[in-house]
């Protein structure tokens, strides 16, 4: 296995240059992408993979759901390469070892590899559902190895139903640092699904922060595995570490994921010496890239004044230099040099937005609020139009009629089954990267609401709701996006 001194990591920052001499919030997007070592020599001996593997009696509902999870399954043990240490788990209100046959991890070659596949032919569906205590046998079998990065596939069609919740929590809280998690979701092509979005994101968020992805064509099951599988072997650093040092004229507000997937990181922090805070964010391969937010509250200076308020940098382990960028902004009176938005910052607070009224709006939808609803619903729908993401518009027209996408105007449908909302919850907090890449339409900036709207009861003010804790930006005011 490679060192963490053999893969490079890069670190780059976009933030505005100016802030209001009365103080304000400074938003910065951090960039972390590993890069392929010159001479790269990676032996496959420092990984380990559990594959939980859903037997509950739903995935015999129909029959074809757990069909395709063996299949998916062998061809995920046909993915690992020589010298890995895996096993396979099968979950239902029990944890179940399929392969190895006792509690160990096995280590893949020819031989293991069949032998899984031969053991997967007889998992079949039956009992309940505790993902905790899925999570909970993994932590231990990847407890044996831990000199390897651990890694989970936890593949399910249902809810945490023979758990109590707060079980659940308790079990996730038992594995952070200790592996990180892919989900997938299978569902039904019509759009509805008995997994719960919250459940699943919130596992998501505290191992890995990687993205939940919903499953509803079986066909394409495989390749999924395949690609989470391939992903996973290219990792070569164990705990990489995104530092936030700052002088006595900043204090973090809050640290978020906010590519590939959202993730509020700021309950994560480590103290790591005065005014400095370390954020674990995961192991690294080569291929990897992640965008975050860093939210720095910054105090009054004289109109003029031009300091350095902090430091960002990454880092994977005691054994490594960091990669460290300074943060240095001026202070002025002049409205039109504080106002202005970083592309970048601007880019991903608008994702930002279209989570949170979703989130809301569905939350509203439940609950019977069906003005709120529509307000909230109404947003995200104009976000999603703005920004060119039509297919997220698609995916809300389970819930709600489109009446004006540009204008936001929304009705709720009547009677909607709870189990459509699951895939819009977790793809909303799917993001595309900001970058030259992207196409124009997916960076302009979105229009402004047809009229003033509430936000968690209150109109807004500014560019920070402090009810629900986001960025918004509105156009329609002078000097919106100033934080």
């Not at 308790?170 to 640092?177: L, P, S, W």
């Not at 103290?271 to 400095?276: K, S, T």
């Amino acid at each position: 296995m490679s060192s963490a001194n053999d893969l490079p990591l890069r670190l780059s920052v976009h933030h505005t240059e100016c802030l209001p001499a009365d103080g304000a919030v400074l938003d910065v997007v951090a960039t972390v992408r590993g890069e392929e070592p010159a001479h790269a020599d990676v032996r496959h001996d420092g990984l380990a993979e559990v594959i939980l593997l859903d037997s509950s009696g739903s995935m015999g509902a129909p029959q074809a759901k757990m069909r395709a999870a063996r299949q998916a399954t062998a061809a995920a043990v046909d993915a690992l390469p020589d010298g890995v240490a895996f096993a396979v788990v099968s979950g239902t209100a029990l944890a179940t070892m399929v392969y190895p046959g006792d509690r160990r991890l096995a280590v893949a070659d020819e031989t293991t590899r069949a032998a899984a596949r031969n053991a997967l032919r007889h998992v079949a569906p039956h009992g309940g559902t505790a993902i905790g205590t899925w999570l909970l046998l993994a932590r231990r079998l990847l407890a044996t190895r831990p000199d390897a990065i651990g890694h989970v596939i936890l593949l399910t069609d249902g809810r945490n139903e023979s758990q109590r919740p707060a079980d659940l929590r308790a079990a996730v809280e038992d594995c952070v640092g200790r592996f990180t998690v892919d989900c997938r979701a299978i569902g039904s092509a019509d759009g509805v699904h008995d997994w719960d979005a919250a459940e699943l994101l919130g596992i998501a968020e505290a191992l890995g922060a990687n993205p939940v992805v919903p499953v509803e064509d079986l066909t394409g099951l495989t390749g999924e595995f395949r690609a989470v599988l391939t992903r996973a072997m290219s990792r070569r650093v164990p705990d990489v570490r995104l530092r936030v040092r700052t002088t006595g004229l900043a204090r973090v507000r809050f640290v978020k994921q906010v590519h590939p997937a959202l993730a509020d990181l700021s309950g994560r922090g480590e103290p790591a010496g005065e005014l400095a805070t370390d954020y674990p964010v995961g192991a690294w391969s080569p291929h990897d890239q992640r965008d975050y937010h860093v939210a720095l509250e910054v105090d009054a200076m004289a109109p003029g004044a031009r300091r350095r308020i902090g430091w960002l940098s990454v880092h994977a382990g005691a054994d490594t230099t960091p990669v460290e960028v300074p943060l240095t902004v001026e202070w002025t009176e002049d409205a039109l040099r504080y106002s202005e938005i970083n592309e970048s910052v601007a880019y991903y607070t608008r994702q930002q937005d279209y989570a949170a009224a979703v989130q809301r709006g569905l939350a509203a939808a439940r609950a019977g609020r069906v003005a709120e609803a529509e307000e909230h619903l109404g947003r995200a729908v104009a976000l999603a139009h703005a920004t060119g993401r039509d297919d997220d518009v698609a995916l809300l027209t389970r819930v709600v009629d489109v009446l004006d996408a540009a204008g936001g105007r929304v009705r709720l449908k009547p009677d909607v089954d709870a189990r459509l909302t699951q895939s819009s919850l977790v793809l909303a907090h799917q993001t595309s990267r900001w970058g030259p890449q992207e196409p124009p339409a997916q960076r302009a900036a979105p229009a402004g609401p047809p009229a003033p709207w509430r936000h968690c009861g209150d109109e807004q003010t500014g560019a920070y709701c402090e009810g629900c804790g986001a960025h918004h930006l509105s156009a329609d005011r002078p000097g919106a996006g100033r934080s």
